[in-house]
C-alpha cells in the first residue's frame, strides 16, 4: 500500500523538492539529487553487484552519449524519434558570434545556428554497447556478459518524478546463443523479484512493451506483447493504478545482433538479451513506500542498502 | 619523468585502447571507460572527499544537463560559444516522421529539423548550482560550501585522451564573503599539491585563463591572469612541453554571484570561488606515469587510493 497521501495538494514530487531530495532545475524532469538520495542509490547499486557477482560480467561505463553514426545505424530515430537528443554546436567565425549575441540580447532564437555534432545523447545503456562488442571478433562458445551504466536522456518532460528526462540505467546485457540469452533472462526475472523484495516494496510482474511511434509503432507494440519479448517489474510511484516499471527483462531475439553484425562462435547472427534497472525509479519507490524519512525505514531495508 | 614512449608509433590513446582501459565509439573524444579505469577513478575520489571532509561541505549531484534559460543567463555564449552543446528534439507528427526518415534513408542531413529543447549540456559542474543556491535566500553568515560531481561536455574533438568531449569534473565551490572564498582557495591550492603528491605524481602550479573565445576573448584571458584569477595545477600526460590543466582553483569575485542574484548574509553580492578536479585527467595521469598495469604502482599510491 502506498503511505498516504496528505490530504492537502502537495504532490510526490513537492515532497521530494521539500525535503530537499530532489532539487529544482527549473525544466520538469531535470532535476539534482541531494547526497541523501545519492547514497541510497549507491546501496542499491551494490545490491545489484551482489546479486549479479557470480556471473562475472565485464564492466563497462560510458558517457551519457554516443555516436551519431551508431545511433543512426541503430534505427532509433524509425521507432522513438520523439525521444532522442541530439547534441548541437556553434561552428562559426567571430561575425557569426556578433550575431549570435545580438539574436540572444533581443530574446530571438539563438538556436537555430547551432549544427548537429557527431554526437547524441544515449537513450539506453546499452545502446554503444554493440557496436563495441561486435569489432571483438566472434563471441567465444560462452558468449559475453557486459555490466553498464550511464546517465540516459529521453525527451519526455513531467511532473512525475519517475518520468525524467535525465536519469540512470544499470543493465546487465547478454550476448550469445537464443538458449544462453533466453536463460540469462529467466535468471534475472527470479533474482529481480527477490531483490525488491529484499527492498520491502510491493510489485507486479507484467509483460510490456516499448512507447514505438506513430501507426507503424502500434504494431511493433502488439508484435512485441504477442512474443513476450518485454517483461517489466512495476512499483506503484506516482499512482495505484498506473505503477512505473522499475526493472524490465528483454529479449532482444538477433535484432541488435543483425543490425550491428554481432556473431556468435559458430558464426551466427548473435541473440541478446538485457536486464535493466531504472535507478531513480527505484530509490524513488523506496522513499514513496518507506517514506522521506531514512532513519525510520524498516531495519531489513537499510541493511540491504548499506544505509 | 615521463615513462618511456615506446619507439613504435603507438600514441598513449592507442596504448588505453590496446589495454582496454578506454573503449573507442567512434568519435574523438567521446570513450568508453573498463572498469579498471572507474575503479581507479573512485579511488581518486574517495582521496578527495577525504581531503574535504572535515569542511562539511552539502553534497549535490546534477545529470549531465542543464536548463537552457539558466544557461543563457550564465553568459556561456559569450565567452565559450565554441565548446557549447545544446540539445535538440523531433517535436514532429507522422508525416513529418516519414520525411525524416527518407531523409536518413538517403544519406541526407535528417538534423535540420530538430529544434532546441529546454535543456542544454553541462559545460562545468558548478553552472546548474548558482541559481540553485540563490534560490534559496541571503546565504549564511558563515556562507556555503557545497560537493559537486557530473559529467560535463565540451565540443573539443581531440586524439589527446585528456581532451574529451564528455568528462567528469569533481568540484568544491565556497560562496560568501571575498575574505571567506579566498581564504577557500588558498587552502585548497596547499591542499591539492599535497594530494597529488600523495598520489606520487610531478606537477608544476601556475597562473591560468579560461579559453575565452575571439579578439575579446583575449582581453579577458589576459585579465584573468593579471588579476591571478585562475591557477592550475598542472601535469604532464600527453606532453612534456604542454602540460594538462588536472585541478584548477578559480575565484570567481562577485561574476557569478551578480549574474544570478546570489547575496551574503548582510545583503552584497557574493563572492565565489571553486576548486575543480579533472576526474579522468588525473586517472590518466596515473596510468602515464606510473604505467598500465596497476598491480606494479608504488605501494603508497595504491594505498592512497584503496586499491
Same mark, same amino acid.
Given at each position: 500500500? @502506498? ?9 510526490f514530487?513537492?515532497?521530494?523538492f ?10 520538469? *524532469?531535470?532535476?539534482? +539529487?541531494? *547526497? ?38 541503430s ?7 520523439? $525521444? ?14 556578433v550575431? #549570435?549575441?545580438?539574436?540572444i ?15 547524441v545523447?544515449?537513450?539506453a ?5 554493440y557496436?563495441?562488442?561486435? +569489432? ?7 558468449? +559475453?556478459?557486459y555490466?553498464? @551504466?550511464?546517465y ?6 513531467s ?17 550469445? &546463443?537464443?538458449? /544462453?540469452?533466453t ?9 529481480? /523479484?527477490? $531483490? ?23 504494431? $511493433?507494440?502488439?508484435?512485441q506483447? !504477442?512474443q ?37 562462435? !559458430? *558464426? ?8 535493466g534497472?531504472g535507478?531513480e ?11 522521506t !524519512? ?8 537499510? &541493511?540491504?542498502?548499506? #544505509?
Open positions: 500500500m @502506498l503511505a498516504k497521501t496528505p490530504t492537502t495538494e502537495t504532490s514530487l513537492d515532497e521530494l521539500d525535503r530537499g531530495l530532489l532539487i529544482e532545475t527549473g525544466v520538469d *524532469g531535470l532535476y539534482g +539529487r541531494s *547526497g541523501l538520495f545519492e547514497a541510497i542509490g549507491d546501496g542499491f547499486q551494490a545490491l545489484v553487484s551482489r546479486y549479479g557477482a557470480a556471473d562475472k560480467a565485464e564492466v563497462v561505463r560510458f558517457p551519457p552519449a554516443m555516436a551519431r553514426s551508431v545511433f543512426e545505424q534505427g532509433y530515430m524509425k521507432s522513438f524519434p520523439q $525521444l532522442a537528443g541530439t547534441v548541437h554546436c556553434f561552428c562559426g567565425n567571430p561575425a557569426d558570434h550575431s #549570435l549575441l545580438q539574436t540580447e533581443q530574446k530571438g532564437d539563438w538556436t537555430e545556428g547551432q549544427k548537429a555534432s557527431d554526437v545523447l544515449t537513450p545503456a546499452c545502446y554503444p554497447l557496436p563495441t562488442a561486435a +569489432r571483438r571478433g566472434d563471441l567465444p562458445v560462452e558468449g +559475453r556478459l555490466d553498464l @551504466l550511464s540516459c536522456f529521453r525527451h519526455e518532460p511532473k512525475d518524478p519517475a518520468r525524467q528526462q535525465f536519469f540512470r540505467m544499470r543493465e546487465y546485457v547478454r550476448m550469445g &546463443t537464443p538458449d /544462453q540469452v536463460e540469462f533472462r529467466a535468471n534475472w526475472l527470479e533474482r529481480g /523479484q527477490k $531483490l525488491i523484495g529484499d527492498l520491502g516494496l510491493p510489485f507486479a510482474v507484467d509483460v510490456a512493451n516499448d512507447p514505438f511511434f506513430g501507426r507503424t509503432g502500434k504494431m $511493433l507494440a502488439v508484435n506483447r !504477442d513476450r519479448l518485454k517483461f517489466e517489474l512495476l512499483i506503484p510511484i506516482e499512482s495505484e493504478e498506473n505503477p512505473t516499471a522499475c526493472l524490465s527483462f528483454n529479449y532482444h531475439q538477433d535484432h541488435f545482433g543483425k543490425t550491428f553484425g554481432l556473431t556468435s562462435a !559458430d *558464426g551466427e547472427v548473435a541473440h541478446t538479451a538485457c536486464v534497472f535507478h525509479r527505484v530509490i524513488l519507490a523506496l522513499l514513496k513506500h518507506h517514506g !524519512d531514512v532513519a525510520r525505514w524498516p531495519a531489513s531495508v537499510r &541493511t540491504a542498502l548499506g #544505509l
